[in-house]
């Protein structure tokens, strides 16, 4: 059987929204974490013994993971080791590197083909020519073939080194969202007729918004495109006042639900056009709410392209 909505005929392009999303934050590394770190700018590898299980640990760690154990004392560990394991993607090769002398393995960068990223081969640390960052676990660029000598067991760290405390790190992700041809629809009208559009559902004939293949209520597919108003209800809102990561307004400013005049789902967007500091007192829930749109030449086909829904006094 075919479940193919007849809405979709004609429709061949599926448009596609371009996105990054970032995610600032903040590493807290710990003591010995911190100190491994920042041991690397001076071409030291710190490991940990742990004062249960006598386990040496590389990079160096508070708490043993095999035992709970604590960190007896950091040890120097020697530039050499051998590859336990060994995995690429596109543009690099990993390793775990077994350091002479240690009893957990190392990831890092293998610098070298896969082909010679054999499991036994003796490989050296490999430090970089010119550091961009400091304390960061690329202050040691990774491992090459070959053996420092004379080859030296891991012995005492007498020295002092502060540690690092954190890490400002930065997730990007790149990603690309495909519309689907139901919201390419949409933002197609959005962007070239300043229209809404939802779809009916074939059952109930509640019209939903944004347009979309089944109904969510009835699991019916949905027939027909239908124009909704750009005017509606005010169903729920909510006055933003705290300042967080990845905003992109300056508090306060106030979300809000919308049902669209001719539409039985709600829509979350911005509320404005009113003295945003009095916001408690002018909104009420049920009132009328109407779009203010960006001039039609700056409407890029997104939700945006509403700037906000502006309460209607009557
Ligand atoms: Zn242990
Ligand atoms: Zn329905």
């Known amino acids: 059987m075919s479940m193919k909505n007849n809405l979709l005929s004609g429709i061949e392009e599926d448009a596609v929204l371009e996105v990054q999303l970032k995610m600032p934050y903040t590493l807290t ?31 160096a760690t508070d708490y043993c993971g095999a035992c709970g154990g604590q960190n007896e004392g950091f040890l120097e560990m020697p530039h050499s080791g051998t590859i336990t394991a ?52 690329t202050s040691l660029a990774g491992f090459e073939l070959g053996t420092d000598s004379p080859s030296v067991s891991p012995r005492p760290f007498t020295g002092t080194i502060e540690p690092i405390s954190e890490i400002p ?44 293949e089944y109904c969510d209520v009835c699991f019916a597919p949905t027939d027909l495109y239908k124009d909704v108003s750009d005017a509606g209800k005010l169903q729920a809102f909510s006055i933003i006042n705290l300042e967080f990561v990845g905003q992109t307004r300056t508090p306060p400013y106030v979300y809000g639900e919308v049902v669209l005049d001719g539409s039985a789902t709600r829509l979350i967007h911005n509320i404005g056009g009113f003295d945003i500091t009095k916001a408690k007192e002018i909104l009420s829930i049920g009132m009328k709410v109407k779009a203010v749109w960006r001039p039609l030449d700056q409407c890029k086909g997104t939700l945006d392209d509403i700037e906000y829904f502006q309460p209607i006094f009557e």
């Open 169 to 212: 790190y930065q997730l990007t992700l790149d990603y690309k969202h495909s519309y689907g041809p139901h919201y390419g629809r949409m933002f197609d009208e959005l962007a070239t007729r300043q229209r809404i559009i939802g779809s009916r559902c074939s059952s109930c004939h509640n019209v939903l918004v944004p347009p979309r």
């Open 86 to 137: 060994v995995t690429r993607t596109n543009e690099k090769v990993f390793i775990f590197i077994r350091l002479d002398g240690a009893d957990i393995d190392l990831l890092h960068i293998f610098h070298g083909e896969f082909a010679d990223a054999q499991i036994g081969a003796r490989v050296k640390a490999k430090w970089p020519t010119n550091v961009d960052e400091p304390s960061r676990i």
């Open 29 to 59: 590394t710990g003591k010995a974490a911190g100190t491994f770190l920042a041991a690397l700018d001076q071409k030291i590898i710190l490991g940990t013994t742990c004062n249960k299980c006598k386990k040496v640990i590389v990079p």
